[in-house]
Structures are given as C-alpha cells and as structure tokens.
C-alpha cells in the first residue's frame, strides 16, 4: 500500500501552468528522491503534496498518519529559540523533562551542540539553522517526511552526516519520505527510487531503482552508480545539462 498517493497533479501561478499530470507513488518505508532541472516544479509539488498548496487538478491519497516538512529554507519563528522551535513539532503529552530530552536528542542527532539551543535564529549560521529545521523534523512524531534540498548549506561532511540520518531516521522501514535534490549522489545515496520530473513539469518522465537498501551502499557503488546514471542513462540527460550550465 502506498503511503502517499498523487494522481494528475496539476496546477498554475498566475496562469502558467507549472505542473501537468504528475502521478507518483511512494510505499510505506521508502524513500524517494525527486530530482529534475531548477524551476521545473519540485517544490510546488511537495507543498502540493503536503497539503500547503490546493492543486488546480488531481487528488491526493496519504494513508500515513502524521507528516513534517523541511523545506528549501529554514522557515523558523525568529522570535524563539532553537529549543523552542525545534520543541513545536513535539504534540505528544509528556512531561517538562522528557520534552527537554527529546529535543536534545533531536539537536544532537542534527549535529547541534546544546548551547545552541538557547540561541535565536538570527544568532545562528546558515548551516545551524537548517540544521534546527532538520531537528524539529526529527523531533515531530511524524511519519512521514518531505526533505526540500535540506543539506545545501551544509559542508560536504556534515552533509554526509545529515544523509546517515535521513537514511536511518526515513530509510529504516518504518516511515516513508519524499527528498528534492541537486545532487545525484545525495540522492543514490539516500533513496530506494529516484524520480525525474520533466524539466517544465509536465509529468513524471522517469524513474530508475537504486541497488540495494540506503545505509547499504559504499562510496564506490554510488560513484559508479552516479557515473552510470549520468553517462549512459538518457533520462538523466537533462539533469546533466543543467550541471553543465551551472558549471558554465
Ligand atoms: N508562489 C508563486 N507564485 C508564482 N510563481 C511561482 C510561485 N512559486 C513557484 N512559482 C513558479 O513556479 C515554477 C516552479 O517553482 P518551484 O519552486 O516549484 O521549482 P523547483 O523545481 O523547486 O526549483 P528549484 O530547484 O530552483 O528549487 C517556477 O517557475 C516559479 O517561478
Ligand atoms: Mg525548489
């Protein structure tokens, strides 16, 4: 059974059409990377998906119970610390003290060191505060969860990091999520199954399986996986043309 369900998703900014007949799937205890050229539409699916944005077409099944979001910028309250902010996604009846773990539990498991979360927004980085965006992720009861490009202000080791945690927290089986990237190692690394969204968004145009289970795969298999994909695997190709005008 899947644990997320979009059929025909369709939807329009000020009558442009930005997504066209998007149908995707996600089981229970997968997760799914969702890659595809800037502006072709990933985050407005996700919003779509996590019921934030009303799609002009389609429906939507979620047979999980509870989902968070991280999104493509830390979207936190300036006014509350990172305690406070990461402690929100806590709806669960417990105690003072047994909150106060969790959160710290969350905070360690982004990376956070405990003084940091007596701290505001504005006194954190970039990184701190995605980071923060990430625990309150962890932190919530939800399973099921939507990852917006959460690592792109991160270094490349605590990026990595940041993936072993996804791929435990997501990958285990238990919960499912829905991960945009850039970065097709990220997403070989992370997912059981990448999407590629058409570079004007008009529907899904194809997905491959990644060999075996995140948390499974070396540095070597997702070099030559990766290597694979972007050489030899056309649906692919115009992820790579973007890099090439990045590059440029
Ligand atoms: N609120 C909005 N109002 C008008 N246009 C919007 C709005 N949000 C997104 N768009 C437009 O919809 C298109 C898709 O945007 P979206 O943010 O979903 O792309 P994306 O694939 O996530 O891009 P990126 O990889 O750069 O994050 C873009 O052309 C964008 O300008
Ligand atoms: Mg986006």
Redesign the pocket.
Known sequence: MSALHLTGIGHA??GRT?LDRVTLSIGEGELVALV?P???????LLHIAAGLVEPRQGHIIRSYTRHAVVF?EPRLLPWATARKNIGMAITANCSGRDRQAHIVAAAMAAALEEEDLDKYPVQLSGGMKQRTAIARALASEADFLFFD?PFTALDPALRRHMQDIVIRHVGGGKRAGLFIT?DMAEAVRIAHRIVVLDRRGNGVLGERSVPLAPGERDDRMIFETVQHFMKKDPLFRHVEELDERRAG
């Open positions: 900014f000020l930005v595809g800037s502006g072709c539409g990933k985050s407005t493509q490009e850039h």
